[in-house]
């Protein structure tokens, strides 16, 4: 069993408070991505469980194992650093080879794993060169060789796609799904981008400075957000908030609509913010409800290629729609358009805690 | 960078120019000096200088060997010992203070104390004096203390005078590396002296070659310390190219410029075989990379 637990991690500098009661676990085979703003607190979270940053206080198990106080090296964990950290005075050869080395493999073993890493990786033809010398891709691709080439338990990512464009970006997600699948080993990914975390992550951890503050499959996380800061977190483009009143039990007013609408779980003149995905808003036609019918004009629009994004103005409250290209393309800016949405789709968190109030919101 | 840098030999005509009138204002002392020693006494004190005559070793003989005017014999001088003692003195006192500097600057740059800068500081106040300051106390606690004379006190000032300068240097090219290289190397198993040998100081050795020869230069050339603290057995180059003035047959300038020519082979092979890596050094974390 080679899960990892991660308790009541604690590490200040200074004054400063980079974890606090910081707890999750990460089952046998999972991959796990934790997603925050930067300085939340990821980057110290992983290197902490790789031992390469001292606690205040908190557990790290590994395996059944407290490995809290173990040293760095030997923990059977590796970890792809944001800047990749290839060493520059070492061949691709070399760089594949420290581990298993320092491992004390013999030298036709290592050759014959860096062989097979390096196939893997497609980056065989690089194996002479410097590091300096090879493109973004080739070095990450060497970082993640580097990292598993001695198969470890588990795979540490701090913001690995961070320094590449957007097309290796996209591969890269890929890639990494690839080798999860294919090397079933546990990973721990740290990403500000929620989108990686989304598509990658089997399980998501929200952190918010220093603490995991939601845990859920991407599925959860975007249906049903515990709170006003993960609903903000995950999702793109981003929640349209909206300051409303409870008008009764479980009504709300809205905005920009002249009647009330069903929202389970608000009391009389309680103060809320509603959530509404930008996603769940649509044109309205013959079946939409008058309830929730409203005009606006379009602002702006941003061209996706097969979705556009639409800012539409009503009431002074500009809010966010997507829509489907060929839809998107009959209109133009400053038109007015009627939309609707579906009160259901709506999230509604508590004005001062900012806790969700409609938990039993079945979708 | 807004534009690539031009390719060797495609300076232009005007920078060629201009850097060649220039190097030739800083270089001509120099081949003044050369010319000279290769020249006999007459030749020397010419006037105008002559560019053109009929070279001669005898200076450069007589560098070693002296005949004596009184007696008529020739003897060995002990010039080849000094030129020793330099070398060795330097050598020894450079490379020491890079070897103690580099692991100061390695604790500096990555386990910092609390008042690290303020340490950093108060090496470096060694250094804002001018040297003749502490020269009497120096004196003193050499004579008190046996050092005066000995290789040992020599060495050991000039290591410890090379040091705060050493540690600056090399702690900026420690900063300048990536640490999560190092932290790489952790996770891959390295223990902390092999990351330290293995990985810090490959990354910085274009570093240490720009401060060895910066350390070297300053180091042969100091004359100061070395006419009052070393003996007839450990004195230095410099020290003895002094003595050479007045004596018995005034200023002997061919066999002055013969020592000078001599003494600039040494450090001027050292600068020609790092020149690679001094470039690199003194641009370090300067230029993006």
Redesign the interface.
């Given at each position: 069993m080679s899960d990892l637990k991660v308790q009541n991690l604690r590490r200040t500098f200074g004054s400063v408070v980079a974890l606090e009661d910081m707890n999750f676990d990460v089952a046998e085979g999972e991959f796990f991505c934790l997603l925050g703003p930067s300085s939340s607190g990821k980057t110290t979270t992983l290197r902490a469980i790789a031992g390469l940053e001292e606690l205040d206080n908190g557990e790290v198990t590994f395996a059944g194992q407290d490995i809290t106080d173990d040293p760095v090296q030997g923990r059977g964990m590796s970890m792809i650093f944001q800047t990749f950290a290839l060493y520059p005075h070492l061949s691709v050869e070399a760089n594949l080879a420290h581990p298993l080395r320092r491992a004390g493999l013999d030298s036709q073993s290592v050759r014959k794993r860096v062989g097979e890493v390096a196939e893997l990786l497609r980056v065989t033809h690089t194996l002479k060169r410097k590091p300096t010398t090879l493109s973004g891709g080739e070095q990450q691709r060497v970082a993640i060789g580097r990292a598993i080439v001695q198969q470890p338990k588990l795979l540490l990512l701090d913001e690995p796609l961070t320094n590449l464009d957007a097309k290796l970006r996209h591969d890269m997600r890929a890639e990494f799904k690839r080798l999860h699948r294919e090397l079933g080993m546990t990973m721990l990914y740290a990403t500000p981008d929620q989108l990686e975390a989304l598509t990658m992550g089997e399980r998501v951890g929200v952190m918010r400075d220093g603490k995991v503050v939601a845990i859920g499959t991407p599925r959860e996380l975007y249906e049903t957000p515990q709170d006003k800061y993960v609903a903000e977190m995950v999702g793109s483009p981003p929640i349209n908030f909206l300051t409303a009143t409870g008008t009764a039990d479980d009504q709300t007013s809205v905005p920009f609509l002249d009647h009330s609408v069903a929202a389970p779980g608000i009391k009389q003149d309680q103060p809320v913010t509603l959530g509404l995905r930008p996603h769940d808003i649509a044109l309205a036609n013959g079946g939409s409800p008058a309830a929730t019918r409203f005009t606006g004009k379009i602002h702006l629009t941003e061209p996706l290629g097969d979705v556009t994004i639409l800012d539409v103005n009503t009431r002074d409250i500009t809010i966010k729609m997507v829509l489907r290209e060929e839809v998107a393309a009959k209109l133009s800016v400053g038109e007015d358009i009627e939309i609707s949405f579906d009160p259901k789709d709506l999230h509604i968190f508590d004005q001062s805690t900012g806790n969700r109030l409609n938990n039993d919101a079945g979708k | 960078m807004a534009r690539k840098y031009r390719e060797i030999g495609k300076a232009g005509w005007g920078y060629t120019a201009i850097t060649t009138i220039v190097g030739f204002i800083y270089f001509s002392p120099v081949f003044w000096i050369i010319l000279t020693a290769f020249k006999t006494r007459r030749d020397a004190l010419a006037v105008p200088p002559k560019l053109f005559f009929t070279p001669t070793l005898d200076n450069f003989m007589s560098v070693f060997y002296r005949t004596s005017i009184t007696t008529g014999n020739s003897q060995a001088t002990d010039m080849g010992l000094y030129f020793f003692n330099s070398i060795f003195i330097a050598f020894t006192s450079v490379g020491l203070a890079i070897i103690l500097g580099t692991l100061a600057a390695y604790a500096f740059s990555r386990f910092p104390l609390k008042g690290n800068d303020t340490y950093l500081f108060i090496i470096l106040t060694t250094r804002m004096m001018p040297p003749i300051v502490v020269i009497i106390p120096i004196f003193l606690m050499f004579r008190l203390t046996g050092l005066a004379g000995s290789y040992w006190g020599i060495m050991l000032l000039y290591t410890a005078f090379n040091i705060p300068f050493s540690v600056w240097l090399i702690k900026s090219f420690f900063d300048e590396l990536?640490p999560?290289?190092e932290?790489?190397?952790?996770?891959?198993?390295?223990?902390e002296r092999r990351v330290f040998f293995g990985?810090c100081i490959?990354?910085i050795l274009a570093g240490l070659a720009a401060t060895f020869v910066f350390g070297l230069i300053l180091t042969w050339n100091e004359f100061l310390f070395a006419l009052l603290l070393t003996g007839v057995e450990t004195r230095t180059v410099p020290v003895a190219m002094a003595r050479t003035l007045g004596g018995e047959v005034g200023v002997d300038y061919g066999l002055l410029a013969a020592i000078v020519t001599l003494f600039l082979i040494p450090i001027f092979f050292v600068t020609f075989l790092l020149q690679n890596q001094l470039l690199r050094g003194v641009t370090f974390g300067t230029v993006k990379?």
């Open positions: - | 990536n999560e290289i932290d790489a190397a952790r996770m891959d198993g390295s223990s990985f490959p990354q990379k």
